[in-house]
């Protein structure tokens, strides 16, 4: 996944360094996330791989509806753990940020 998130380098893109940023970091909270348990790290790490092949596409070939399921994954997971999590306060800080970057809103 790592290498996916890289990839964005090479991509022409409006505020790509910003989600290259958000998802290594994200990636990295959630390896190093205690609170997770490991069927709910890799659902996570998934969907952090999700976002990033969508964020690779031209805006226009992005799809909304899997970059918006892998959002609500991963603000589900972070329920689910709670504010002691970092993927939790991580998602608290950046989700919106990232539904903004995909064109969702936020």
Do not use: C
């Amino acid at each position: 996944m790592t290498n996916t998130i890289q990839e964005f380098h090479d991509v022409q893109w409006e505020n790509g360094q910003d989600l290259v940023d958000i998802l290594t970091n994200l990636q990295q909270s959630i390896t190093t996330d205690p609170a997770l348990a490991e069927n709910q790290q890799k659902r996570a790490l998934k969907a952090v791989e999700t976002l990033a092949k969508e964020g690779k596409k031209p805006p226009e070939e992005r799809d909304k509806d899997i970059a918006g399921m892998a959002l609500d994954a991963l603000q589900g997971i972070s329920a689910t753990v709670g504010h002691a999590s970092t993927l939790a306060a991580f998602a608290e800080k950046y989700l919106p940020t990232l539904s903004k970057l995909f064109g969702l809103g936020g």
